[in-house]
């Protein structure tokens, strides 16, 4: 043995090996329910998700109600989307206006979400992150807290990044009836905007279409602009938004809970001519794409410019419009009214191949 | 995305332009003709804008066998499904494929019991995803008309320059001109007059039309897509017959050329050679398909992977091959829209948006 390669002998006797750091990327630890589960509480949804409901750390959280009268409005959501990230939003974003417009659709006022994460094993932090931020803001720009959690996180390969489930609740207000049982003939049907354009956006951003555009994504809590609209028209009917399936599935299922028919002009609906011409590129019909931050609206004729008005004084309403009316002969039948005089019926959707659009 | 895009759709789809035009195929009529388009593109965009509706009771428009998934032969469709049931393959399609029924399964059916089967929007990207998986076999199935047929081609050009050697197509597909003939040939053939596929054409041109208008004395009109295309191609093509005029005119002049698109041609001769080939629910077309050239055998599906224990069986009540010869309409069928529907098809044309069966009953037209 030569006299350079002779190491000291290591005295201190065995040493438990520290264990690396993992902040970087979310690892199996984190969902063990242990010390680094509760690193990232604290770090990540505490930081940024914090409120009083939150802090209690029980089980569950206690709910002091200041009205119990009115009814409580439920709803839950798994959110999928991929890619997490596209322009206009991300998972976070959708995942609280999604359950928050579904609450909002028969006229509660949403204010707690419960929100559960299935996280994928080398997820990075940075990402995690981004998508609670937007969580976080979506919560404030639509009033509500997130009272109670989970997280698990599951083998790579398991799942696809992130999964996010929320849940919703909200009061209504005594005397308030909405459902998509109640549009009457004679009423008419409105939108709130441009269609298509959630449903494009995210299908863009997957980068396999071969070309580019600016389209976004509208997602977008709706639930302030329904508060102004029934104030204002207590009358309305139905309130839906037509998020997978698009406008055409989401009138056909009014269409058939309200035994009516629904009469639209294709001319006076609005879509955004980039949507149009990537529909036109890929076969799709702009009726039938997702949409996650539009409203349709079924009210009595008479209230519909009262309606428009109010809707246009919100940011998430400014391209509301009127595109058609309810009838009671061919229940269950949307029609569609083309610009050149013909008609045809529109169904569900079936069969198109999308990729995880929510 | 150009400014330009929106207008020059919204030109093509002008009402008031397309009720002069209709206005003037009213003035020209004076007897019963009996109209083909080719194109299952064309046949979802009437049914789409209502066009029929608006024609003179004098004109039947026939669906022609121009929607590639549909005619795509069962025997190809389970060669498909055993090759992407390779563990070894992922198996690459456009979407409209993985629904259509085979004699016992589908490929959705196939992904779902844990085969690779992708969707892709170009069979470029079938190489781009052979290049990243040197372990795998990839298999594009390669159908269409001529119009898909030169980016089929490219890919096996490219794969061949990038040396791929896990790279290969599942050879289907099919060519209009023999179909016109053995549609025109037939006995019960009630065919007038043809709208021709304008992409078709911009690819192939219309040399080829000429010869097969003169010898069954059938004019023929190059037609697009768009609610005016349509329309001026019915007009030009009953102007012919009123007139007792054999031709093959260009209604779709702003797309296509006599020549068409000689560089693509050329690519399709280098790679492609025309074989016999099986027309779902019609029969055996003579030369009426696209297989490889002998150079480019290696990369034919059918001989990297043993397909020939393969035994398939058509639905019995799917009236499919009347359908698409133009001799019955979808809702003759006694099975449309109760036991087959878009969810659950008995035959292709009920799957693909340009098939005649699903235009039928995605825009309304259950009873006629």
Redesign the interface.
Known sequence: MSESSFKPINMQGPVCPVPHHHTGTVVIGHGSGGAMTRDLICNVFQTYLGNAYLEQGNDAARIGLQSTSGELAVSTDSHVVFPIIYPGGDIGRLAVCGTVNDVAMLGAEPAFLTAGFILEEGLPMDTLIRVIESMAAACEEAGVQIVAGDTKVVEKGKADGIFINTAGFGLIPPGRHLGGQLAQPGDAVLISGTLGDHGIAVLQARG????E?NIQSDVAPLNKMITALLEAVPEVHVLRDPTRGGLATTLKEIACQSQVSIHLEEEAIPVK??V??AC?M??FDPLYLANEGKLIVILPEDKADKALEVLHKNPYGLLATCIGSVFDTNPEQV?LK??????????ML??E?LPRIC | MTEQTPDFLSGYRNAKLVKTVLAEIRQTVTQPWTLMEICGGQTHAIMQYGLDQLLPEEIELVHGPGCPVCVTSLELIDQALMIARQPEVIFTSFGDMLRVPGSTEDLFSIRASGGQVRVVYSPMDAVKIAAQNPEKQIVFFAIGFETTAPANAMAVLQSEKMGLDNFSILPANVLVPPAMHAILASPSNRIQGFLAAGHVCAVMGYWEYPPIAEQYQTPMAVTGFEPLDLVEGILQTVKMLEEGRVAVENAYSRVVTYGGNKVAQAMLAKVFKPVDRNWRGISTIPLSGYGLQQAYQRFDATQRFDTSDIKTEESKVCIAGQVLRGIKKPSECPAFGTLCTPQTPLGAPMVSSEGACAAYYRYGRKST
């Open positions: 396999d279409l071969g070309f555009s001519p980039d149009q011409t036109d890929l076969g029609l083309t610009p050149y005089g013909t008609t045809r019926i529109l169904d079936s069969g191949i």
